[in-house]
């Protein structure tokens, strides 16, 4: 049984290790409908704001992240947070994805959202398992939500309330 990776706020200096994260799992085609490789650059504009970024690192290096952003522009919707979690193709299968996301769920109500939520792609079968798992409800399916390389893909809409937040 190995120990849990740290989990700790993300910064400028993690930039690069998340661009290639997301670059990893960007080429294997199988989690997000976007095409375009991040730069260190993108990942700055997630950073130092209401919404929380972490990662997970073991031995000095960075195996995953998970990140919120803003849900909708609209004010009556400022509680919810999108989210997205990535780990490193090498470090998957291991309960780093668990871990991550219970400290994620943790700074989000602690950051004072109300709900978490996503959009998983239907064939994402792991991903879905984790989400599950850690009491996220699959509220329904968009179908043919985008398409990827020219396939449509449904994805299935998670949410997750966060109890501390909605008395
Ligand atoms: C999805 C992802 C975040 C999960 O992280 P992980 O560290 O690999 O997952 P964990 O080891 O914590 O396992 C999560 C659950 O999936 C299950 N699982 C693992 N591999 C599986 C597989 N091939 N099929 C079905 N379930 C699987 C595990 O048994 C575990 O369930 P359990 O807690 O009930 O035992 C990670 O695999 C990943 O980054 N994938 C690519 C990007 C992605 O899909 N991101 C999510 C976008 S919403």
């Given at each position: 049984?190995?120990?849990?990776?740290?989990?700790?706020?993300?910064?400028?200096?993690?930039?690069?290790?998340?661009?290639?994260?997301y670059?990893?799992?960007?080429?294997?085609?199988?989690?997000?409908?976007?095409?375009?490789?991040?730069?260190?650059?993108?990942?700055?504009?997630?950073?130092?704001?209401?919404?929380?970024?972490?990662?997970?690192?073991?031995?000095?290096?960075?195996?995953?992240?998970?990140?919120t952003?803003?849900?909708?522009?609209?004010?009556?919707?400022?509680?919810?947070?999108?989210?997205?979690?990535?780990?490193?193709?090498?470090?998957?299968?291991?309960?780093?994805?668990?871990?991550?996301?219970?400290?994620?769920?943790?700074?989000?109500?602690?950051?004072?959202?109300?709900?978490?939520?996503?959009?998983?792609?239907?064939?994402?079968?792991?991903?879905?398992?984790?989400?599950?798992?850690?009491?996220?409800?699959?509220?329904?399916?968009?179908?043919?939500?985008?398409?990827l390389?020219?396939?449509?893909?449904?994805?299935?809409?998670?949410?997750?309330?966060?109890?501390a937040?909605?008395?």
């Amino acid at each position: 049984m190995t120990a849990p990776p740290t989990v700790r706020a993300a910064t400028r200096e993690d930039r690069s290790a998340i661009a290639a994260i997301y670059n990893a799992a960007l080429a294997e085609r199988a989690s997000t409908f976007e095409t375009r490789p991040r730069t260190p650059e993108d990942i700055d504009a997630w950073l130092g704001k209401r919404h929380p970024v972490l990662v997970a690192e073991e031995n000095g290096s960075v195996i995953a992240y998970a990140s919120t952003s803003a849900y909708s522009p609209r004010e009556c919707y400022a509680g919810i947070a999108d989210f997205s979690i990535y780990v490193a193709p090498r470090a998957r299968g291991r309960d780093v994805g668990r871990h991550l996301m219970e400290v994620l769920l943790k700074e989000a109500e602690a950051a004072g959202f109300h709900k978490l939520t996503s959009r998983v792609f239907a064939t994402n079968v792991r991903s879905r398992a984790l989400l599950g798992r850690l009491g996220f409800r699959e509220v329904g399916v968009h179908e043919k939500h985008a398409s990827l390389d020219g396939v449509w893909h449904d994805v299935v809409v998670v949410e997750k309330l966060l109890l501390a937040n909605v008395r």
